[in-house]
């Protein structure tokens, strides 16, 4: 049976540029809450995120009912980033002094930037504006430390096991690596483990 | 030096373009099929564009660049400066040659006297299509003997000169053409190496658009004509099936937009120029600009290779009254032009011989 | 493998996607027979339904297109058979024509319509409410407000087909096909239903003379949706306010009124079965309240069925606010609880104060590029629109270019260097292109060309081809052959030989179909840019009908099988902002996996993101890019 949560709905919000991972993160998450017995729905806006576009999934748990897919302005708890703007973004609407958030630095940069009309802008100043933003903002290597790990594309794992790690969230370790191991088999899953447990000991919380 | 958008609005947007080819190959930017010549993507770079440094029509300052190359050579308002005119006549025959011969002789004489590598010269692919050849062997001359009058933008093959180690180039030319391999070596920065280039420039009057391709298809449909000729009056096609004359006027209206604004009938820059020879079928006139062009034209009268003789005065005339003429219809397209804002004038209006040229045209048609 | 969806757990609570709760509802109701044409948000139905076939022993086809997908549901229910047909918005209205002639002839074994509708247009070129259809074609419908309805609405509206002998529309939205949450499965059908043997007299015709019919089974829909367990009320017993609602609008209002703590004042009245509506139901409700505020997506579909109810019942007192003018909801995008919040707060006349974002000082306010979309790395459309582009500049005669549906829609924004001209509907290039190319007999001298994806091409450019061939159009039409339907999730078309379950199909030579219509093909490869250009540029200037196929396969399909490349860049010999360059890679060519150093201002690979196809090596100018054992 689920235990009561500190803050009910608890919010989540996973966010990124397509092709990193957001979706599977996120769902490999929220089926670890069902399975301890949590309401969890996963709000996925992707569109034609396949292409470069932005992906934000909005991850609401719960200990009493189901709540729909988009979080209100300002109440993210959470914010989980895989690219910098992209958090940036997501804060600026869904952050507020009740929100955590942690990021990876790598830039995916956008073809604007690509091609030269725009800037892409200082990880610092980025971090900035977020402390401005939210309640407190940390900073997680995820792709560097995956790509040491041995796969750059596992960097979305390591992001889940720093947020798995964060006390809001009701879930052990044990818990999240229970879906991995049924969702991945042999090589893969011992990559992931490992990584999983790289960013479950990363953060200071 | 401004860049390939400035090239673009300035002369490949306004039809001012003379289809040298000096622009292309150097970048991914300038992109030419058949006689259209664009720049296909937006070009971002501002300053040292060589596409802009090289094209004859960007503001140049002509006098200060005959001053660089043929400096000491009496200067002639209407012809360029030149040292000697003569009519001069191939006294081998070099395949299918036009008039005297003497272009293809002339070429044959620097590749035998090794005065260059290697010769740069617009070929054909079916007697009429434009093809620029470069060529080390002497016996290909053949294959390019001939005039083309429909434009090819030849100068592209320069790059690939470079890149293939040529150091000494002969290039047969178009007087545009020959300004811009003048502009190429008076502009380039200091640490690119000179290319030795000897300059054969070609008299011309216009050169036409390859639509003229689809006028003849249309207009005599299943004939392949081998090659054009330009008599004394009219333009000629010939064919295996006999020769079609197309009038003047029928030949006006394919003449390349850009060859408007040309002030320059006769190579006036080139080493040595040679044209047609209006009086006698099978002669060249010759004019003698630079040293260079006088020791090449020595060394084929001395193989015996050409004929070589006076240049009938009152004919000196009437050449250069027909490249003054032409200088003032291309002033007043270029007036035209900038009282049009289409494009601001690429040569000094003020400047000698212009200046005298408007003066005189003041009042006719077009000023 | 396995499969939620399969799994024989019932009362055990899985996390499932809608899609994938529908899919298990499918299952649970024991269809037979199911088909549908990929579109964005209902594409995952199929895709798994095709994983499962073996399993279930069901058939489930990736139809050449909606209408073949709807009209094969109709021929499966023929033989009593359940079947499903699963479209987005758009392909509804391709299958409109079948839709209302299946409205007028009914049908036998259950067929149920799974549309699933894209307020906001996020994968999608508009946004539009499908529910009007169910009124149009005369059919019930019903909308699941959470994943779990999305399961059992599946099972429900099987039973209510077979029980009115009428096909039965569920509309779902993209919050709920692509959103996940708690479902709890049911039991799977100990075996699927059987086709039974169609007597003579057995049979499926439309013909006005039933339009009666019709009526009486709307009737007899109403009668079981009176009483219905998708239908309840929560609140007061005499609300000041009566939310009316259904689809997502449910939750969004509940959130709504927790959030501004009305529970005791606001009454929610959530409606699962919404065409035809329960009058008398609703009209219990109506008689409590003086205001209504009917919360639903995309258009005021249900507020004005309610609307009418209120007019034909003058005893009732009742202000009625929702979408309609915008009078209390925006009359366009999407809901979510800010906006419901808000309305629900102004009608009330409350102000709510939403936790405050920090305050950030002008100075600390960060410039975010925009991140448009673009072609993936390696994508031969990127090649494809760059030649294309390149050749109608050098043509200098203003070449027209018709676009249509899938990955290269995005031509006709900056990764295609603004291409495209026109954009409407699948099919649209083609005939659009025909018609424009015509006018050429008026002295009309542009060449016109349209494009159309492989899988676009069988789903509605065949009449198009055989109309532009059968009238000798003047245009050059071009099949972007990607062998996949990309744009969806790379799900299988005639063209490519294996089906929706996995197995072999015979796939159709796009050439020969082409030949067949007697049209003169060359087939050349995008990738190989320079030739292609010459190519196409010959092309133009022929007049008459030209059709050219450019093939290179989808480059996110292609890694998987064919795996990276390794690709560099030569830092000594790339020009970079010199004249010759100008960082033609990433400022023209464009690929995501071109970058720049800014640390040595050189242009440089992103390794994550290249797929190693080479072209950019072989466009730059100072042949500075390397490829991993040359080029191919």
Redesign the interface.
């Known amino acids: 049976m689920s235990v009561q949560l500190g803050k009910d709905p608890l919010n989540v919000v996973i966010c990124g540029v397509g092709g990193q991972g957001n979706i599977l993160a996120s769902e490999l998450l929220a089926s670890a809450l069902v399975e301890k017995g949590y309401y969890t729905t996963v709000g996925e806006t992707y569109g034609a995120s396949q292409r470069g576009g932005s992906v934000m999934s909005h991850v609401r748990i719960s200990a009493q009912k189901q709540y729909s897919a988009l979080i209100p302005r300002g109440e993210a708890h959470i914010i989980i980033g895989f690219e910098p703007i992209e958090t940036l973004r997501v804060a600026r609407e869904y952050a507020s002094k009740i929100t955590k958030v942690v990021f990876d630095p790598r830039p995916n940069y956008p073809l604007g930037v690509l091609i ?1 009309e725009a800037v892409y802008p200082e990880i610092d100043a980025i971090a900035a504006e977020l402390k401005y933003l939210c309640g407190s903002v940390q900073i997680l290597e995820a792709t560097r430390l995956a790509q040491e790990a041995g796969n750059a594309q596992a960097a979305n794992i390591l992001l889940m096991g720093a947020l798995t790690a964060m006390p809001e969230i009701p879930l052990q370790a044990e818990d999240y690596v229970q879906v991995l191991n049924q969702r991945f088999k042999g090589e893969v899953y011992e990559l992931n483990q490992t990584v999983f447990d790289l960013g479950f000991n990363s953060l200071a919380v | 030096m401004p ?2 958008m400035q090239l673009k609005t300035e002369v490949l947007a306004t039809s001012a373009c003379a289809l040298c080819g000096a622009c292309l190959d ?4 300038l ?3 058949e006689d ?1 010549l ?8 501002q300053e ?4 802009y440094s090289v094209c004859p029509r960007t503001f140049t300052d002509w006098q200060a660049v005959n001053e660089h190359f043929l400096a000491g050579i009496p200067y002639d308002a209407d012809i360029g400066a030149f040292q000697t005119v003569y009519r001069v006549k191939g006294r081998q025959p070099l395949g299918e040659q036009q008039d005297g011969g003497t272009v293809s002789t002339l070429l044959q004489t620097a590749l035998l006297e090794k005065m260059v590598d290697a010769m740069l010269v617009t070929g054909h692919e079916d007697g009429l299509t434009p093809l620029p050849f470069l060529m080390e062997d002497a016996g290909d001359i053949q294959k390019v003997a001939g005039s083309r009058f429909l434009a090819s933008p030849g100068l592209r093959k320069i790059i690939e000169a470079r890149e293939k180690g040529i150091e000494k180039l002969a290039v047969v030319g178009r007087p545009c053409q020959v300004q811009a391999l003048r502009k190429m070596e008076y502009n380039k920065p200091p640490e690119v190496p000179a290319l030795d280039v000897l300059s054969i420039g070609l008299f011309c009057m216009w050169s036409l658009a390859w639509s003229f391709k689809d006028y003849l298809a249309r207009t005599y449909p299943g004939i392949t004509f081998s090659r054009m000729a330009i008599p004394q009056h009219g333009v000629e096609l010939i064919s295996n099936e006999g020769t079609k004359q197309v009038s003047l006027e029928a030949i006006k209206e394919y003449i390349r937009p850009g060859c408007a604004y040309c002030l320059d009938m006769t190579a006036e820059l080139a080493d040595i120029s040679v044209g047609a020879f209006e009086p006698a079928l099978g002669w060249n006139t010759v004019l003698v600009r630079s040293e260079r062009g006088k020791d090449l034209l020595e060394r084929a009268r001395s193989r015996d290779l050409l004929q070589v003789e006076e240049y009938p005065p009152e004919e000196l005339n009437r050449l250069r009254q027909a490249s003054r003429n032409k200088k003032a219809r291309g002033l007043s397209m270029i007036k035209q032009a900038a009282d049009q804002q289409r494009f601001a004038p690429f040569i000094d209006m003020s400047q000698s011989p212009y200046q005298e040229i408007i003066a005189e045209s003041s009042g006719k048609e077009g000023f | 493998m396995e499969w939620m969806v399969t799994a024989n757990e019932p009362g055990k609570t899985y996390l499932m996607q809608g899609n994938e709760a529908i899919v298990r509802g499918a299952l649970e109701a024991g269809i037979r027979f199911a088909a549908a044409y990929p579109g964005s948000p209902s594409s995952e139905i199929m895709t798994m339904l095709g994983h499962v076939a073996d399993d279930m022993d069901i058939y489930a086809e990736w139809s050449t297109n909606e209408n073949c997908a709807f009209q094969a549901c109709m021929g499966a229910s023929m033989g009593r058979v359940r079947s499903l047909c699963v479209v987005k918005q758009n392909g509804l209205l391709t299958l409109g024509d079948s839709l209302h002639t299946a409205g007028l002839s009914g049908c036998k074994g259950g067929v149920v319509l799974l549309v699933a509708d894209d307020p906001n247009a996020h994968s999608s070129t508009n946004e539009f409410d499908s529910r009007h259809q169910a009124r149009a074609a005369g059919i019930p419908m019903l909308e699941p407000a959470t994943f779990q309805e999305a399961k059992d609405m599946m099972i429900y509206a099987f039973e209510l087909s077979e029980q009115l002998q009428q096909v039965v529309m569920v509309r779902s939205v993209t919050r709920i096909c692509h959103g996940r949450g708690n479902v709890t499965l049911g039991e799977l059908p100990a075996s699927p239903s059987q086709p039974l043997p169609i007597g003579e007299w057995d049979k499926l015709i439309s013909i006005n003379w039933f339009h009666d019919l019709q009526f009486t089974k709307l009737d007899q829909a109403q009668a079981a949706f009176e009483e219905n367990p998708f239908n309840w009320y929560t609140g007061p017993e005499e609300p000041e306010l009566l939310v009316v609602t259904s689809g997502t609008g449910w939750l969004y209002s509940v959130e709504a009124v927790d959030a501004l703590k009305l529970g005791d004042r606001v009454g929610i009245l959530k409606l699962g079965t919404t065409y035809p509506l329960p009058e008398k139901f609703v009209l219990r409700y109506l008689e409590k309240t003086s205001r209504v505020l009917v919360v639903e997506e995309v258009d005021p579909v249900l507020e004005l069925n309610v609307a009418n109810v209120i007019a034909h019942n003058p005893g009732l007192n009742v202000s009625l606010y929702g979408r309609y003018q915008k009078s209390a909801l925006p009359q366009s995008f999407e809901l979510n609880p800010d906006v419901v919040i808000a309305a629900l707060a102004s009608l009330m006349g409350i102000e709510y104060q939403a936790p405050q974002t920090g305050e950030v000082p002008a100075d600390a306010v960060v410039n975010i590029p925009a991140r448009d979309l673009t072609f993936c790395a390696g994508c031969p459309h990127r090649a494809s629109f760059f030649l294309l ?2 050749t109608l ?4 005669s203003n070449g027209v270019v018709m676009g249509d549906i899938g990955c290269y829609t995005m031509g006709g924004n900056r990764a295609g ?1 603004f291409l495209l001209q026109s954009i409407a509907c699948m099919g649209a290039g083609i005939n659009m292109g025909e018609g424009l190319g015509h006018l050429s007999r008026f002295g009309f001298e542009q060449p016109v060309v349209a494009l159309a994806g492989d899988s676009t091409f069988f789903h509605s450019c065949l009449p198009g081809l055989v109309n532009a061939r059968y009238h000798d159009a003047n245009m050059l039409f071009v099949i972007l052959d990607n062998s996949a339907t990309a744009m969806t999730g790379f799900q299988p078309h005639p063209g490519i030989p294996l089906n929706c379950m996995g197995k072999p199909a015979n796939a159709i030579s796009i050439e020969k179909v082409v030949e067949g219509i007697g049209c003169s093909v060359t087939v050349a490869d995008p990738y190989e840019i320079e030739a292609t ?2 190519l196409v ?1 010959d092309l133009i200037k022929q007049p008459g009908l030209k059709v050219l196929i450019l093939r290179q396969p989808c480059a996110t399909l292609a890694v998987r099988t064919k795996g990276r490349r390794k690709v560099w860049v030569d830092p000594d010999l790339c020009r970079g ?8 890679c990433s ?2 060519w464009g690929c995501p996996g071109n970058i720049w150093d800014y640390e040595i201002g050189k242009a440089k690979i992103d390794e994550v993101v290249c797929i190693g196809c080479g072209v950019c090596a072989s ?1 730059c ?1 100072a042949g500075a890019i390397k490829v991993e054992g040359g080029q191919a």
């Not at chain 2, 664009?38 to 770079?45: A, G, M, Q």
């Not at chain 3, 500049?393 to 200098?396: C, M, N, V």
């Not at chain 3, 902002?577 to 033609?584: L, V, Y």
């Open positions: 030269g | 860049g390939g150097w970048c991914p930017y992109k030419n099929m259209h664009v720049l296909s993507f937006d070009c971002p770079v040292h564009g060589r596409c | 582009k390149q500049r050098i043509h200098e260097h250009t010459q540029y902002d010199e004249c010759g360059c100008g960082r033609f400022k023209t466009l100018p």
